[in-house]
């Protein structure tokens, strides 16, 4: 069941973990154990990877999204994240976060296209910035490595909400197949852009049918699977109880057994959530804060003559 809870604790209590682990830890869901004492789930973000959200109308998925967004923010403020929302059901529901994003939430798919090519030219802007670090003898495999050898860098959240609705009217194998398009920058930064600190989380109704094209759903190894449909509970050979509340989800991750629980709740009422990111004062990281070196540019000029 959905509860509110002490956010101030349970951010001491990840970045302890972080300490012991060494590096950034994503909270994936709390459960309680027989005494009704609540615990934490984390993993790497290097496990994490990227992650779908399915599970049927009204149970839950947008505002474990939106309080998984308030989390992390404040979590990370003193890093830097940035998100991106796009809302294929066209409602409000992320409006009440859109301080956390650069855009506005796309609500059709000219607006996707726009959010994508933003993030696509944030991804090709990062690749400058990690070879020259490699340049100058760094190491920089990934975007903790960064942050510990050059400087800080905002981890870059991407929230799709109902793709299915996006792209209704798009020739997906077409675009895929074309560079430059939006598609086609979607699926490279799926599968390449992950070390450079991209994320992504897809939500939906349905976990197959035809909600994510094949080369999306393959780059979806986390799942954060709410109250199901049986049929999709029969595809992912997974039972689910049928107590199972509002905001309740079975979590399926690398390093974790299939487990029960639900993310921890910050505000269920969209003002409430205004409230939240005003008086924490939680905004996005601005883009492109760090500059390449003048050797870095006057490189990157002479390429252009050949």
Known sequence: MQKTFDVVKEIEKIKEIEKQKGNEQV???NFSDDKGEEYSATISINDFVHAIVPGQTGSGKSTTLINFALLHSLLNKEKGTTWFFADGKRGGDYDAVKNLSPLPVAHNFS?????INTVWAEYEYRQKLFQEAR????KVRNLHEYRQEVGPLPRVWVVVDELKALIRDVDWDSLAKTNGTAINRLERLLSESRSFGFTFIFSSQRVYQ???PTSIRRNLPTMLAHKLQSSDQQMLG???PDDMDKGEYIV???GLDPSRGHFPVISLRANDTVKFVEQH????TPLYTPKLSLWARIKSFIKTLF
Do not use: I, P, Q
């Not at 607006?111 to 959010?115: N, P």
């Not at 004062?281 to 996005?284: H, N, V, Y």
């Open 238 to 240: 997974l039972k689910m």
């Open 281 to 284: 004062e939680l905004k996005f």
């Open 210 to 212: 035809d909600s994510y």
């Open 27 to 29: 909270l994936l869901f």
């Open 111 to 115: 607006e996707f296209e726009t959010l």
């Open 252 to 254: 399926r991750a690398d």
């Open 135 to 138: 340049e100058e003898g760094k």
